[in-house]
């Protein structure tokens, strides 16, 4: 003689939906943390030179026009200069990049704040963009108002006078007129003006794409086991 058992179970559907969502919603909150910082540890993030580097860009009125530079580029890494001193020090394209958690799709999107969109995608995809070289004051100067002198031989009226000691004497770099470069359409603007423009080619970074690659296996492990509880 065979028994048969039927057994009926009533399943709270709503409350499984929520269970799932919530499971996926910390999942998906838990792989938006982690390729976010894998993006931020491409950059470089450094503090500006304390020493500027200096470059002739041309002439005016048989004066030299020197560029002046805290934050130099390095040769295939996206450099995230940082703001600040200490442990408030924070680079300014490394602190924009943010995730966000979509709920109604299910999805999580790792990017940048709203206000570097076009900076942060130049570097991540490269392109052309058209530089400004700013005059940072109206008349030729010997040094900056920070201090940093023209270089020794690069401005006009250089003297190659040292003293007893074989150690340049101060103020004998000339004067030039200074310029920064900034892009042209966001740079800070000056009242000194423009002294020229230039297009030039940024290439591509991949620092989303690289930091994705490094995370790209924890994605599924991400989701064992994500619903759970009665």
């Given at each position: 003689?065979?028994?048969t ?19 996926r919603?910390k999942?998906l ?16 993030n450094k503090q ?10 041309g ?6 026009v020197?560029?002046v530079t ?22 300014f ?22 206000r ?5 995608k130049?570097?991540?995809f490269?392109?052309?963009r ?29 003297r190659?006078g040292?003293?007893a000691k074989?150690?340049f004497?101060k ?7 200074v ?10 603007r ?9 297009s ?10 690289q ?9 599924p ?9 009665p």
């Amino acid at each position: 003689m065979r028994t048969t058992v039927k057994v009926r179970a009533k399943v709270n559907t709503a409350h499984v939906k929520r269970r799932y969502q919530a499971g996926r919603n910390k999942s998906l909150d838990r792989i938006g943390s982690f390729t976010m910082q894998s993006a931020k540890k491409q950059f470089l993030n450094k503090q500006p030179k304390k020493k500027p580097e200096w470059r002739r860009v041309g002439e005016q009125n048989g004066i030299p026009v020197l560029e002046v530079t805290f934050r130099p580029p390095t040769t295939g890494r996206v450099t995230s200069w940082k703001t600040g001193r200490g442990r408030a020090a924070n680079g300014f394209l490394r602190g924009s990049v943010r995730y966000d958690r979509d709920d109604r799709k299910g999805s999580v999107v790792i990017g940048p704040a709203e206000r570097t969109v076009w900076l942060n995608k130049i570097q991540e995809f490269g392109g052309s963009r058209t530089v400004a070289y700013r005059y940072l004051s109206r008349s030729p100067v010997e040094q900056l108002k920070s201090g940093h002198a023209i270089p020794q031989g690069m401005g006009r009226g250089s003297r190659q006078g040292r003293d007893a000691k074989g150690r340049f004497l101060k103020g004998t770099g000339g004067e030039a007129y200074v310029v920064m470069r900034k892009d042209a359409q966001t740079g800070k603007r000056t009242k000194a003006g423009v002294f020229k423009t230039e297009s030039g080619k940024v290439k591509p970074g991949r620092y989303m794409a690289q930091g994705l690659d490094k995370v790209r296996q924890r994605i599924p492990k991400a989701f064992a086991n994500f619903v759970s509880g009665p």
